[in-house]
């Protein structure tokens, strides 16, 4: 099986940076896709940013393109999402997600593994 381990949450005040860390074990071989997703009191999970590991572009929810950079480093079985120029909506428990399946990035349950989330909250 895979474990996940999110790092890097806590607040910061808007226009600020935070760097989230998803650190990755067990048959991290059978892994295609990482990626982030949130979700904001009341509101649904959604999907924030995602990457393959063999390569690719990654991909990234227009709300956060240009802003959120989501990259991997393979050796550590490690996923980080760098976080510039944070907003107020951006307030969420963020959680790091891994599967062995293909199909559509942004949808949660083609999901196979999640951590438990880290609470990041953005102050006006």
């Known amino acids: 099986q895979v474990q996940l381990v999110e790092s890097g949450g806590g607040l910061v005040q808007a226009g600020g940076s935070l760097r989230l860390s998803c650190a990755a074990s067990?048959?991290?071989?059978?892994?295609?896709?990482m990626g982030w997703f949130r979700q904001a009191p009341g509101k649904e999970r959604e999907f924030v940013a995602g990457?393959?590991?063999?390569?690719?572009?990654?991909y990234y929810r227009d709300s956060m393109k240009g802003r959120f950079t989501i990259s991997r480093d393979n050796a550590k079985s490690t996923v980080y999402l760098q976080m510039n120029t944070l907003k107020v909506e951006d307030t969420a428990v963020y959680y790091c997600a891994a599967r062995s399946r293909t199909g559509p990035v942004a949808t949660p349950g083609l999901y196979d593994y999640w951590g438990q989330g880290t609470q990041v909250t953005v102050s006006s």
């Open positions: 990457v393959g590991w063999s390569g690719g572009a990654p």
């Open positions: 067990g048959r991290t071989f059978s892994l295609d896709v």
